[in-house]
Nanobody
């Protein structure tokens, strides 16, 4: 089985910073894309940022210049540094990873349990 465990998040004032971390564990052969998504109340889950195993990144327009995604392939971890936070960033943040399990050929997407980020005005 594969498990993604997130840490970080919490409550911060507008303009502040928070960091999120996600660690993947289990019978993992390789991980392709890792990323962060978020879901605000009453809204659909949306992409925040993704990063490939080679380090190529992709960001939502709304977070460009404020958020930074990074990963440690050896540790199977992905981080999200969030700066200049706004109340609109308030959401549950989910870690995702495209994983090829040991003995398998294809990749499947796995999700963390989510962590709350609340930005007060």
């Amino acid at each position: 089985q594969v498990e993604l465990v997130e840490s970080g998040g919490g409550l911060v004032q507008a303009g502040g910073s928070l960091g999120l971390s996600c660690s993947a564990s289990g019978s993992i052969s390789s991980i392709n894309v890792m990323g962060w998504y978020r879901q605000a109340p009453g809204k659909q889950r949306e992409l925040v940022a993704t990063i490939t195993s080679g380090g190529s990144t992709n960001y939502a327009e709304s977070v460009k210049g404020r958020f930074t995604i990074s990963r440690d392939n050896a540790k199977k971890m992905v981080d999200l540094q969030m700066n200049s936070l706004k109340p609109d960033d308030t959401a549950v943040y989910y870690c995702s990873a495209d994983v090829r399990r040991s003995g398998r050929i294809s990749y499947s997407t796995y999700w963390g349990q989510g962590t709350q980020v609340t930005v007060s005005s």
